[in-house]
């Protein structure tokens, strides 16, 4: 079993800045991606940006250039920088840790832009 547990959002002016964290807990297969998606009201989840046990990172088009992905492998934490925030960020952040194995997410944190 394992647990994902975020933190770090909240409500952000346009152009400010936010920090994610997830804390993974449990038994976690060393081989891993770990990543975020958010689901803004009536939109569909997607992703934000993964990044795997080896480092390898990806984006939404979206968030390139703004948006850091990173990884603590030592405390099984992924955080997520997010500069220049807009209001289309908003959103709830779901954490997510993937193996071949299994699926696994967290309760969500919600990020608010102001105009």
């Known amino acids: 079993q394992v647990q994902l547990v975020e933190s770090g959002g909240g409500l952000v002016q346009a152009g400010g800045s936010l920090r994610l964290s997830c804390a993974a807990s449990?038994?976690?297969?060393?081989?891993?991606?770990m990543g975020w998606y958010r689901q803004a009201p009536g939109k569909q989840r997607e992703l934000v940006a993964a990044i795997t046990s080896g480092g390898s990172t990806r984006y939404a088009d979206s968030v390139k250039g703004r948006f850091t992905i990173s990884r603590d492998n030592a405390k099984s934490t992924v955080y997520l920088q997010m500069n220049s925030l807009k209001p289309d960020d908003t959103g709830l952040y779901y954490c997510n840790l993937a193996t071949v194995r299994a699926e696994n997410w967290g309760q969500g944190t919600q990020v608010t832009v102001s105009s």
């Open positions: 449990g038994s976690i297969f060393s081989i891993n991606t």
